[in-house]
C-alpha cells in the first residue's frame, strides 16, 4: 500500500487565485516526519517545511501554509494568493522512525498557474 | 542548508554502456542517498552510500547494477552500469546534515539511453 498518497495529479488556477494541494499518509509508527518539496521546471527539488508527528500546530510562511491533521492522516499545503513562479511538481514526503532516513515520497501534484 | 552538485548535470548515453554520477557537497555530512525519478513519476530511493563501507540497497535494486563509491564525507559517487532505455531518469543525490533531520537534494542528472 502506498504510505503517501497524492491524489490530485495536475491543478491549474489562474494567478491569485488560492490553491490547496492535498497529502493522505499512512504509517504504523508513532514518530514521524512529515515534508513538502517543490521541483520546478529545472528539476532541482527545493526543501519547503518538515513537521514531526508530535507537532500538529499549523504553520504559515508566507503566502505559503500547512495543515497537520493526525486524525485524518493529512498534511495539507495551501498557497495564497499564487504566483505564475508557484508553477512546479509538489511532493509530499513520509519517513518513519524506526527507519528515519528512508522517504516516501508521493507521486506529486504539478500545479499550473496561468497569469 | 548544504551546497550539492552533481556531474554530470544530464547525458544521452547508448544501450549496453555505463555511466558515472557524482556529488559533491560543500560541507560534511552524516548521510548521503541517491535517489532515481523515472519520467512523469516520483522519486524512488536507491540506496544509502555509506562511507567507507558497502552501499545499503532497496528493495528492487542491486550492487551490479548501481555501484555505488562514498570515499569521504562529501562526495559520493553512482554508476549505472549495462544501460538500457529503462534506465532513462533523473538520478538525484541528496543528503541529511548532522544538524537537522532535513535532507537537501542536488539539482539532479538527467540520463537518456538510446
Known amino acids: 500500500a502506498q504510505k503517501v498518497t497524492q491524489a490530485q495529479t495536475e491543478i491549474s488556477v489562474v494567478e491569485k487565485e488560492d490553491v490547496t494541494l492535498d497529502c493522505v499518509y499512512e504509517?504504523?509508527?508513532?514518530?514521524?516526519?512529515l515534508f513538502w518539496y517543490k521541483q520546478p521546471p529545472s528539476g532541482e527539488l527545493v526543501f519547503l517545511i518538515r513537521r514531526n508527528s508530535f507537532d500538529e500546530q499549523n504553520e504559515i510562511s508566507g503566502r505559503y501554509s500547512w495543515n497537520f491533521q493526525k486524525s485524518t492522516s493529512s498534511f495539507n499545503f495551501t498557497i495564497t494568493a499564487s504566483q505564475v513562479v508557484d508553477s512546479a511538481v509538489y511532493f509530499c514526503a513520509l519517513s518513519e522512525a524506526r527507519h528515519f532516513n528512508k522517504f516516501y515520497f508521493g507521486s506529486g501534484t504539478k500545479l499550473n498557474v496561468k497569469p | 542548508s548544504a551546497v550539492i552538485s552533481q556531474k554530470p548535470s544530464r547525458d544521452i548515453c547508448q544501450r549496453g554502456t555505463s555511466l558515472t554520477i557524482q556529488c559533491q557537497v560543500d560541507?560534511?555530512?552524516?548521510?548521503m542517498f541517491w535517489y532515481r525519478q523515472q519520467p512523469g513519476q516520483s522519486l524512488t530511493l536507491i540506496a544509502t552510500?555509506?562511507?567507507?563501507?558497502?552501499?545499503?540497497?532497496e528493495s528492487g535494486f542491486v550492487i551490479d547494477k548501481f555501484p555505488i563509491s562514498r570515499p569521504n564525507l562529501t562526495f559520493s559517487t553512482l554508476t549505472v552500469s549495462n544501460m538500457s532505455p529503462e534506465d532513462s531518469s533523473i538520478y538525484l543525490c541528496?543528503?541529511?546534515?548532522?544538524?537537522?533531520?532535513?535532507?537537501?537534494f542536488g539539482p539532479g542528472t538527467r540520463l537518456t539511453v538510446t
Open positions: 504509517t504504523r509508527d508513532t514518530t514521524y516526519y
Open positions: 541528496s543528503v541529511e546534515t548532522a544538524s537537522t533531520y532535513e535532507q537537501y
Open positions: 560541507s560534511q555530512v552524516t548521510m
Open positions: 552510500a555509506n562511507q567507507g563501507s558497502e552501499a545499503t540497497y
